[in-house]
Every structure is written in structure tokens, then in C-alpha cells.
């Protein structure tokens, strides 16, 4: 069973960092891309960026640009979002998604929560 489960999300602080981890199962990551994607409260669910099955980054939001990266651990079957420097308005569910073929593959959505 194809699955993706992301984790990582939490409460921070303005100008805090949290690491989101999106880890597969059921097929390798490294063959596939893979993109983070945010929905905020009230808004659509925009993509903030993605990685190609070369590793290849392209992001989507340029407000996130300079402050988060993706990168991989093939080994692990996991793909991370480095985020730094965090706003208030990164707020949002965080969902990692892996595009199979004509398919797209959700995980479940991990909050994060940027307040003081």
C-alpha cells in the first residue's frame, strides 16, 4: 500500500525552525518527485515547493524562498522541509504528496502552529 506519513509539525515561535519529516511506504521515494504543499486556515491549499526524482529543487511560494529547503535521505525513504526563520503566516496544515505515474499520493497533514 502506497502511503505517506508526514510528522514534525508542532508550535514555534516567530523566527523559530521545525523540521518536517515525510516518510514512504509501500514504494521508493527516490524514483519519484515529491512536493510540500501548506493549507492555512480559510485558503487553498498552495504547493511550496518540490524536488524531482533528480533531486532537482523548484519552488512555488516565493515568500518561503531563502528560508525552507526539501532534501532527501534515500536511505530512510524520507523527505524532509527544513523550515528557519518561521512567520506567523507560514501557519498551516502541511501535507507532503509524491506524484506515481498519472497518480498523486497525499499524507495526512501535519499542523504548525507559528505564534508567540
Known amino acids: 500500500q502506497v502511503q505517506l506519513v508526514e510528522s514534525g509539525g508542532g508550535l514555534v515561535q516567530p523566527g523559530g525552525s521545525l523540521r518536517l519529516s515525510c516518510v514512504a511506504s509501500g514504494f521508493t521515494l527516490d524514483h519519484y518527485a515529491i512536493g510540500w504543499y501548506r493549507q492555512a486556515p480559510g485558503k487553498e491549499r498552495e504547493g511550496i515547493l518540490c524536488?524531482?526524482?533528480?533531486?532537482?529543487?523548484?519552488y512555488y511560494t516565493d515568500s518561503v524562498k531563502g528560508r525552507f529547503t526539501i532534501f532527501r535521505d534515500n536511505a530512510a525513504n524520507t523527505v524532509y522541509l527544513q523550515m528557519n526563520t518561521l512567520k506567523p503566516e507560514d501557519t498551516a496544515v502541511y501535507y507532503c504528496?509524491?506524484?506515481?505515474?498519472?497518480?498523486?499520493?497525499w499524507g495526512q497533514g501535519t499542523q504548525v502552529t507559528v505564534s508567540s
Open positions: 524536488s524531482s526524482n533528480t533531486e532537482t529543487t523548484t
Open positions: 504528496a509524491a506524484t506515481i505515474g498519472v497518480s498523486v499520493t
